[in-house]
């Protein structure tokens, strides 16, 4: 059974920094492209980035380029998403997903609040 858990959120002032981290289990996470979204109280949930089985190629939001990185450890089965430079207008939860074909995977989510 797929399990992602994700960490690492909490409540940061702007200009700061966090890295979520996203761990996985049971199943062979290297052959899942790895994605991270985010959903703010009354908005959608969008696509933040995202990074490819092998981690050779990603992918950024305008919103979040040049702030945050998207990395994996395919060895760890472990994601991460490393924010800096933090806005208030990125407080959201924020949720790792991983797909591969027709199959998509979620996590719980995590508050990031980014408040002075």
């Known amino acids: 059974q797929v399990q992602l858990v994700e960490s690492g959120g909490g409540l940061v002032q702007p200009g700061g920094s966090l890295r979520l981290s996203c761990a996985a289990s049971?199943?062979?996470?290297?052959?899942?492209?790895m994605e991270w979204y985010r959903q703010a109280p009354g908005k959608e949930r969008e696509l933040v980035a995202t990074i490819t089985s092998g981690g050779y190629s990603t992918y950024y939001a305008d919103s979040v380029k040049g702030r945050f990185t998207i990395s994996r450890d395919n060895a760890e089965k472990m994601g991460y998403l490393q924010m800096n430079s933090l806005k208030p207008e990125d407080t959201a939860v924020y949720y790792c997903?991983?797909?591969?074909?027709?199959?998509?995977?979620w996590g719980q989510g995590t508050q990031v609040t980014v408040s002075s």
């Open positions: 049971g199943y062979t996470f290297s052959v899942y492209h």
């Open positions: 997903s991983v797909y591969w074909r027709v199959e998509r995977y």
